[in-house]
């Protein structure tokens, strides 16, 4: 088992600026990816970013590219997301997962851990 440990989120101002972090702990040696959703109310998870644990290959959805920034600490076992010009939009919760097997990193079915959610707030 793995368990995954949100934190950093928070009140932001639009425009601003927020990093959250996400530890690893457990059976983390055979992670192949970490990754980042969100979600709004009463709607279905969104990609958000993902980083290959190994090679550190990282792709974004289209809404954050050039915004967010997805980084990993190999030795901590953590991964974080900057978020940068941050915008009313995502003011919503947002998770982190890992997964152990390649695929479609984007598919949210496809990860095998999942945290418990941080909030994230906007101040327009």
């Known amino acids: 088992q793995v368990q995954l440990a949100e934190s950093g989120g928070g009140l932001v101002q639009a425009g601003g600026s927020l990093r959250l972090s996400c530890a690893a702990s457990g059976r983390t040696f055979n992670t192949y990816a970490m990754a980042w959703f969100r979600q709004a109310p009463g709607k279905e998870h969104e990609f958000v970013a993902v980083?290959?644990?190994?090679?550190?290959?990282?792709d974004y959805a289209d809404s954050v590219r050039g915004r967010f920034t997805i980084s990993r600490d190999n030795a901590e076992n953590t991964v974080y997301l900057q978020m940068n010009s941050v915008e009313p939009e995502d003011a919503v919760v947002y998770y982190c997962?890992?997964?152990?097997?390649?695929?479609?990193?984007?598919?949210?079915?496809?990860?095998?851990?999942w945290g418990q959610g941080t909030q994230v707030t906007v101040s327009s």
């Open positions: 980083v290959i644990w190994r090679g550190g290959y990282t």
């Open positions: 997962a890992s997964r152990v097997y390649s695929g479609d990193y984007k598919r949210k079915l496809e990860y095998n851990y």
